[in-house]
């Protein structure tokens, strides 16, 4: 008996999407996610570097402490961001919460640009910083996973992975687009008009980045599996947000575990890199006799190596779906195992170690990156997509990953020990390599709850007459 699985849609009506239709879609999410981990992420760059001394002037040794923990508060609102917009996506739609969550991350972006500082409000300030941030976490609750669903949810089976990957491109794109003005403005500014008043550029560019966002999605139509689902149970619009979290422990619990594993894994990658790396090179090694890195120097490291993640990220996604989604997750959580500890070594080695230990971080996170997107959202039927992915990326990032930077700092200012974010690192690895033994292999296959799905362009070519005239249009 042959192995080999047959084309999708085999003996089964097959779901045709247009080509164009299916650019415009990954275009909207990948542009829309730029947006919005721009907007999320520019607060972690200018963390330890700046805001810190602007909001908590008189803390000392703490202040970076306390800077990060007012970025962790935001991954405290994720869940409830998830348990609102997820099963509200499941009911009316994929593309008009999405164009919610822009507009709700621009807005908090713009009002965090605007928050007086300490010296002119007090501590009032901060507190404002901590409700903004919030806000932004409530946002990012829906964003990311309504990405990934409307995403997969468009992709031909045959190639979600490398169109996933494009999710991830635009939130790489996101991060170094934050972390290259960030770079910019503390390069170029003086230190005086930095904390005086250049700090917030950064923040007010995110209002044009959102409206671009916003435009994108609002022009598009609901996805193709959630159309299906409307023509047959139109009553699901109604369903009651009990009945969708009761459906879900009970019949995916697998899916539940098996998913937090991977994000779990996945985003302290993610978090100890972006989030924290920068203020390890720029504060804590100096604080705890080390050689550490200027501010404009630690923020062009990371730009080199997400750049360098880009410049890969699709060829994997396109990787994994000729052999599989396991087998790439394998590897990242792997490396995360073998090459967490060493990784944090070789920051502590100079430049040129600083360099080595972020491509190595670098190496292990795209490996989820590119593949991740496309994984995750086949893990539930098409009915409790957007909220099972939001609740289970929400839950796991705000428990283990989105605190990691604020446990890591904590942790070694207390102790003195300087290789906590290996430790992070390596059990994250372990996560990863478990959650992986327990994956179905989903590449090539329909979404559960789906018709097979293909685009126009991978249709046969129409017939022609004899003066070479189509007499028919593929795709619908």
């Not at 996101?174 to 917030?200: F, H, Q």
């Not at 023509?231 to 009945?243: G, K």
């Not at 575990?257 to 720029?282: E, R």
Request: aromatic letters at 8%; proline letters at 7%; one cysteine or more.
């Amino acid at each position: 008996m042959s192995s080999q699985r047959p084309p999708p849609g085999r003996g089964v009506a097959r779901a045709v999407e247009g080509e164009h239709t299916l650019r415009r879609a990954t275009a909207a999410a990948a542009i829309g996610n730029v947006a919005e981990w721009y907007d999320f992420g520019i607060y972690s760059y200018l963390a330890g570097a700046v805001l810190s001394r602007v909001f908590f002037p008189d803390a000392g040794p703490w202040a970076t402490v306390y800077t990060l923990g007012a970025f962790a508060a935001a991954f405290l609102m994720r869940p409830l961001g998830g348990l609102v917009f997820g099963p509200l996506g499941d009911r009316i739609g994929r593309t008009r919460v999405l164009s919610m969550t822009v507009l709700l991350m621009a807005v908090a972006t713009v009002l965090l640009g605007l928050v007086p500082t300490h010296g002119a409000l007090g501590a009032a300030a901060p507190v404002l910083v901590l409700v903004i941030r919030m806000l932004q976490g409530f946002s990012a609750g829906g964003e990311y996973t309504g990405a990934l669903t409307m995403i997969a949810e468009y992709s031909p089976d045959t190639r979600r992975g490398v169109f996933g990957s494009w999710l991830e491109f635009g939130t790489i794109t996101g991060y170094t687009l934050g972390a290259g003005v960030s770079a910019a403005v503390i390069g170029l500014l003086p230190d005086d008009d930095l904390l005086a008043w250049g700090w917030r550029l950064p923040f007010l560019l995110a209002l044009p980045l959102g409206v671009v966002g916003i435009y994108l999605r609002l022009r598009l139509e609901e996805t193709p599996a959630f159309r299906q689902l409307m023509e047959r149970s139109p009553a699901l619009a109604t369903m009651p947000l009990r009945r969708a979290l009761h459906i879900l422990v009970r019949r995916h619990r697998r899916a539940l575990v098996v998913a937090g594993g991977l994000i779990v894994a996945w985003n302290i990658a993610n978090y100890v890199m972006t989030s924290y790396v920068p203020t390890y090179l720029t504060s804590t090694l100096a604080e705890h006799g080390g050689t550490g890195t200027g501010k404009a120097t630690s923020t062009l490291l990371q730009v080199i190596v997400m750049v360098a993640m880009l410049a890969v990220i699709t060829s994997l996604g396109r990787l994994s779906d000729r052999i599989g989604r396991r087998p790439v997750l394998f590897a990242g959580s792997l490396s995360l195992v073998v090459l967490g500890l060493p990784s944090v070594w070789l920051l502590r080695q100079g430049l040129g170690g600083q360099l080595a230990g972020l491509v190595l971080m670098g190496a292990s996170l795209v490996c989820f990156a590119a593949v991740a997107p496309s994984t995750l959202p086949a893990m539930f039927p098409t009915l409790v997509r957007y909220g099972g992915l939001a609740l289970t990326f929400n839950v796991s990032v705000s428990v283990f990953a989105g605190t990691a930077p604020t446990v890591i700092a904590a942790a070694t200012t207390a102790t003195g020990n300087l290789d906590w974010p290996g430790y992070y690192l390596v059990a994250a690895g372990v996560v990863g390599v478990v959650s992986v033994a327990f994956l179905r292999e989903s590449a090539g296959r329909p979404l559960a709850g789906a018709a097979p799905l293909t685009s126009s362009a991978e249709l046969p070519p129409p017939p022609v007459s004899a003066d070479g005239v189509p007499l028919e249009r593929p795709g619908g």
